[in-house]
């Protein structure tokens, strides 16, 4: 297996511009997490979907900030208008859904925003 | 209060020496733990699920206490290749199976 697959591995933007990252999960895997890392706040949980449903997204920043997944193979993290502040790695996650169960992490997104 | 809280560190020590990390978390509904590895500009990996009798692999330790909500992790004869963040996670099966990170402790092994 290819593992989480994650794109772009780099986005520089200017502010104000939309930013739209992208995943894959493992395949069979039926939970996806959507993580953001700083140096300031360490890994911060945005949101995570169950069988392709939105079960939590309360660390959503703000309404700048939405994830969807379509489908059981990928998911969209968006950030409209993008800020300096969003700068910062993007991880997405993906794992099976019993009780015992780790995730495993694509390479992540790193965001700068200018 | 961070639902999971850990020592941020750094530790450093020398290589052998022995080096131990805490962690505790605030949600007594936990389910599942795990302590996972972080090197510099990569993503995290797992390195041990913890278990309620607790569990060992190699070097590696990891307790739980779950009267006291608490994790720990020991590393025995540290390598200088165990340089690395180390976070401790826990599950939360009554949210849906929420996934939650600790800000993680680094570690330096030296010469």
């Known amino acids: 297996d290819a593992g989480v697959i994650q794109s772009p591995r780099h986005e520089v933007t200017e502010m104000g511009q939309e930013v739209t990252l992208r995943c894959k999960p493992i395949s069979g895997h039926n939970s996806l997490f959507w993580y953001r890392q700083t140096m300031m706040r360490g890994l911060e949980l945005l949101i995570y979907f169950n069988n392709n449903v939105p079960i939590d997204d309360s660390g959503m920043p703000e309404d700048r900030f939405s994830a969807k997944m379509p489908n059981a193979s990928f998911s969209t993290l968006k950030i409209q208008p993008s800020e300096p502040r969003d700068s910062a790695v993007y991880f997405c996650a993906s794992s099976l859904g019993g009780p015992v169960t780790e995730a495993f992490f694509g390479q992540g997104t790193r965001l700068t925003v200018v | 209060r961070k639902e999971v809280e850990q020592d941020p560190g750094p530790f450093n020590v020398p290589e052998g020496a022995t080096v131990a990390f805490n962690c505790t978390y605030s949600?007594?509904?936990?389910?599942?733990f795990f302590w996972y590895r972080q090197d510099c500009r990569k993503e995290p990996k797992l390195l041990m699920s913890?278990?309620?009798s607790g569990n060992e692999d190699g070097r590696f330790t990891a307790q739980l206490n779950r009267a006291s909500q608490y994790i720990s992790l020991l590393i025995r004869d540290s390598k200088l290749s165990d340089s690395a963040t180390y976070l401790c996670v826990v599950r939360l099966y009554n949210q849906g199976g929420k996934l939650i990170f600790g800000q993680g402790t680094e570690l330096s092994v030296k010469p």
């Open positions: 913890v278990y309620s």
């Open positions: 949600n007594s509904a936990s389910q599942s």
